[in-house]
């Protein structure tokens, strides 16, 4: 049967995909709202999906399900600590190591390389060159570059370092500056 007018078929839905309406990824077409990952249904587009077989992710998702297992990889790379993958059929080898402050100012080469990749300064969990930022000298994930006291997410022009913890300008100043008439 001719298909009159009509686009190729979506790779999710199966139904007619009109150009409008097309995103195309390894060679097959899809819905713009159909263009989801398989386990967490994020929209995904050409820089964040990853491709298995016939099935699209998004990195994170992909990362768990088919990324290094082992020690120093969690359970996959991209895996949060509370998120150890059950719903992709992993099987979790221990209970995850609750978030782990920064303690020591000057961690060795050794241990920070220890498990395949740099350790990250706020949660040391191992950080890779697509997700690291290095501040204070130290590596650190992009998600976990933030202000020790409020959260404030940082830049290199806007942290400031004490004690091998960082610290946006202002928390800096209310904790470790000057005190006294006219210092606040």
Not at 76 to 81: C, D, K, R, S, V
Not at 112 to 136: L, M, P, T
Not at 159 to 164: A, V
Request: aromatic share 10%.
């Amino acid at each position: 049967m001719p298909n009159w007018g009509g686009g190729n078929k979506c790779g999710a839905c199966g139904r007619t995909v009109y150009h409008a309406e097309e995103v195309q990824c390894d060679g097959r077409s899809f819905h713009r709202c159909c263009f989801l990952c398989m386990v967490c249904r994020k929209n995904l587009d050409s820089t964040t999906v990853a491709i298995h077989d016939a099935e699209v992710y998004c990195k994170s998702c992909y990362g768990k399900k088919y990324g290094p297992k082992g020690y120093g990889y969690g359970q996959g790379a991209g895996t949060l600590n509370m998120d150890r993958g059950e719903r992709l059929g992993i099987k979790p080898e221990s209970t995850p190591s609750p978030h782990r402050p920064t303690t020591n100012p000057n961690p060795s080469k050794f241990a920070q390389k220890f498990g395949g990749a740099e350790k990250c300064s706020r949660c040391g969990d191992s950080v890779y060159a697509a997700e690291k930022v290095i501040g204070a000298g130290k590596p650190w994930h992009k998600n976990c570059f933030r202000c020790a006291k409020c959260g404030k997410s940082l830049e290199s022009t806007t942290l400031t370092e004490k004690e091998g913890e960082i610290y946006c300008k202002g928390c800096y100043a209310k904790n470790f500056g000057p005190k006294g008439f006219g210092y606040g």
